[in-house]
Structure formats: structure tokens, C-alpha cells
């Protein structure tokens, strides 16, 4: 079976580009998780979906994020202007359900993000 | 929001030792969940504990959860080079569905 598929594995850009991180969740999962993972902070939520409407987007940092769901089999992180801060591990996540302790999180193997 | 503190930082034991790493937090916790990750990969899940004082083991691996349910513990029996990674404690509050992780403990097992 598929596990989560992420895109690309790894991005390189410059301050100011945009940038658009993809992820496909296991089939037949209702929720869909954004994290991002850093030395300094380690793994943070930026933001989960449920059926593929956003639920949560507390951890998002500030407006240059922003993420979309169109369907049950996509989603996109979009990163607009992008700056060197931003560089970090991306990792999409998918659940049967949004209750980490009822249904497990599956992760995908990260996008590198480096943003010069 | 709920901060979660993992000692120690970084630990690096020979094949075949016996080794125990710790997963503390000012807050209560409804649940605790240990995960590992490999390099160039995403954390996995090894195991969730719910009441506090909760004993779990996983093969060579036990896991308890504090009676306070404020701390938790992952002991490693034996060591082998297949243990090797970052493991993650992580947790969330009551009524919580967001997952808050600890920074981790990357572990070397030398053969």
C-alpha cells in the first residue's frame, strides 16, 4: 500500500520566490496534517483538515503560509514570499480520524525546504 | 501552550546496553504517545499510553506513563543498531486534538 506521498522531497529557492509543498494522504483518511520540523523548535502543527475543510490553522506563522485541500486526495502548503527562516522539514500526515490517540497519524517523508 | 522536555539531547551507547530516556512537562496530559524517526523519513508511531502509572512494553522497549501524567519514560533492553533514531515524545491536553511534540532524544547504538 501507498503511504503518504509528499512532493517534492527536497526545494531549494531563493528569499522572495514562491514556494508549493504537495502531499497525497493514504486513501480512505478523513484528516490531513501540515507540520513542519526545525532543530530550534522541533515538530509544530501549522494546520489539519477534516474532510477536507481546514479545522485548525492556529500554528500557521503568519499570512505567507497558507494551505489548501481541493479534494480528498490532495493537498497543497503554499508559502508566499518565501525567506530564509522558512527553511525547515515539512511533513503531511494523514488519519482516519483528527484524534491522534483514537486513530494513528501516518506521515509522509518530508519536504526539505532551504529557502537562501 | 504545553511544552514537553526530552533528556537527555543526544545519546550514544554500544550494542547491547541498557538505556532510558524521559519525556517531562509542567502540564497534565491526557495522553502521551512515543514515536521514532529515522533520517530522511517521518515519525512513527510506537506506542500511546492513557492512564497515568500506565505500564506498556513493545519487545525490547517499555514504556510508563507517570502517575501525574506529567512525565513519561521509553526504556530500551539490549540495544541494537536497529534502535537507532530520534524519538519523540508527544502529548496534548484535555479536550485537545493538537499534538504537541517534544524536541527528542537522537540515539546512536554503536555495534
Known amino acids: ?116 | 501552550t504545553q511544552l514537553l522536555e526530552q533528556s537527555p539531547q543526544f545519546l550514544s551507547i554500544q550494542e547491547g546496553e541498557n538505556l532510558t530516556v524521559y519525556c517531562n512537562s509542567s502540564s497534565v496530559f491526557s495522553s502521551l504517545q512515543w514515536y521514532r524517526q529515522e533520517p530522511g523519513e517521518g515519525p512513527v508511531l510506537l506506542v500511546t499510553v492513557v492512564t497515568g502509572g500506565e505500564v506498556k512494553k513493545l519487545k525490547r522497549l517499555t514504556f510508563q506513563f507517570g502517575d501525574a501524567r506529567k512525565d513519561s519514560s521509553l526504556h530500551i533492553t539490549a540495544a541494537q543498531p536497529g534502535d537507532t533514531g530520534l524519538y519523540l515524545c508527544a502529548g496534548s491536553g484535555a479536550g485537545s486534538y493538537q499534538l504537541t511534540f517534544g524536541k527528542g532524544t537522537k540515539l546512536s547504538v554503536i555495534p
Open chain 1, 1 to 116: 500500500d501507498a503511504g503518504v506521498i509528499q512532493s517534492p522531497r527536497h526545494e531549494v529557492t531563493e528569499m522572495g520566490q514562491e514556494v508549493t509543498l504537495r502531499c497525497k494522504p493514504i486513501s480512505g483518511h478523513n484528516s490531513l496534517f501540515w507540520y513542519r520540523q526545525t532543530m530550534m523548535r522541533g515538530l509544530e502543527l501549522l494546520i489539519y483538515f477534516n474532510n477536507n475543510v481546514p479545522i485548525d490553522d492556529s500554528g500557521m506563522p503568519e499570512d505567507r503560509f497558507s494551505a489548501k485541500m481541493p479534494n480528498a486526495s490532495f493537498s497543497t502548503l503554499k508559502i508566499q514570499p518565501s525567506e530564509p527562516r522558512d527553511s525547515a522539514v515539512y511533513f503531511c500526515a494523514s488519519s482516519w480520524s483528527s484524534d491522534p490517540f483514537a486513530d494513528e497519524q501516518f506521515f509522509g517523508p518530508g519536504t526539505r525546504l532551504t529557502v537562501l
